[in-house]
């Protein structure tokens, strides 16, 4: 098991990050507007506008590798009595679900963030 959180973690971190930088167009103004930063740093963000699907594309695949991994592994696994590693692969199971539906809400946010602004 411990194996298996080795393999699929750079998969989750690397879908997060990808995720947040396709929403950096997006949100980053509304992040600065709302502290109160300048607004001479909202064009620099926008200029990451026409990269967007390209790094949502990314996103997705990245946690689509990662949820196949998940899921191969385990079903691929003997019925083992080994608690730990059962709590292991709960503990991975459930960082995938909250890191991509962290994911989706980010990389969604070009749609839902006019309501906010």
């Known amino acids: 098991m411990q194996g ?38 909202m064009s620099q963000m926008m200029a990451l506008e026409p990269f967007q699907p390209l790094f949502a594309a990314l996103t997705i695949g990245l946690f689509g590798i990662a949820g196949w991994r998940i899921d191969w592994s385990s079903s691929t696994e003997t019925a083992t009595t080994d608690c730990q590693a059962a709590k292991a692969s709960l503990h991975l199971k459930q960082a995938y679900i909250a890191l991509s539906t962290l994911a989706l809400i980010l990389i969604t946010s070009t749609w839902w963030i006019q309501f906010l602004a």
Do not use: N
């Not at 080795?6 to 600065?32: D, E, R």
């Open 4 to 41: 298996e959180s080795k393999k699929t973690s750079p998969y989750l971190i690397g879908g997060l990050l990808t995720s947040i930088v396709a929403s950096v167009c997006c949100i980053g103004p509304l992040f600065l507007l709302a502290t109160g930063i300048s607004a001479a740093w």
